[in-house]
């Protein structure tokens, strides 16, 4: 799929995962807002999670690069197909063990792996010392949420290790 990432500039860009995307050419990203193309939107405010049935939707996934202290939902006002990623733990160093707040490049895999593009997920995460982290720690409900059917079918995954 095409990745793209609405970039606010706003965190530490040694530390930015999307600008280390960009470095490697594997992601786009567009500091003016009406140059995002449109897509799947990874978008935490979301009032749907993704599914599996999204990938018939569009080729092209944005995530919204911002430090999450900045976060708003007025920076998510991209045109777009929005939705939020089910639960899923941090495995980068500085939020590890954290559910949702995932960085970029999580968010971009996690819902690759959902979609059905993992080996893309894969590679993105090769290219972070922490990447496989995150694939080993959310290893079952990833492929339980990437066998759904549909949103709802997810936030009842999601809802049993929330009951966990
Ligand atoms: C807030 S930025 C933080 C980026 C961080 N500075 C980095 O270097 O990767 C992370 C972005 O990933 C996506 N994302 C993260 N967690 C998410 C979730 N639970 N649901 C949907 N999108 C999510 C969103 O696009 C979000 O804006």
Redo the contacts with the bound molecule.
């Keep these: 799929m095409d990745l793209h990432v609405r970039y606010e500039g706003d ?1 530490d860009p040694q ?5 280390k995307l960009e470095r490697f050419d594997l992601a786009t990203l567009h500091s003016v807002k009406r140059s995002v193309p449109y897509g799947l ?4 405010f ?1 009032d749907k999670a ?1 599914s599996p049935a999204d990938r018939e939707s569009t080729d092209t996934l ?7 202290e900045s ?1 708003s939902a007025e ?2 006002e991209i045109d777009g197909i929005h ?3 089910p639960f ?1 733990l941090a495995g980068n160093p500085v939020n590890y063990g954290n559910p ?8 971009f895999a996690g819902a690759l792996v959902i979609l059905g593009e993992r080996e893309q997920a894969e590679f993105l995460l090769s290219k972070f010392r922490w990447g496989q982290t995150f694939l080993d720690l959310n290893e079952e409900p990833l492929e339980r949420y990437a066998e759904c059917t549909d949103s709802a079918g997810v936030v009842a995954v999601q809802n049993e290790y929330l009951d966990r």
């Design positions: 965190d530390k930015c995962t999307a600008k939107v990874l978008d935490p979301a993704l944005v995530a919204m690069d911002s430090s999450w976060a920076q998510f939705r939020a990623l899923m949702y707040q995932l960085t970029t490049v999580e968010a």
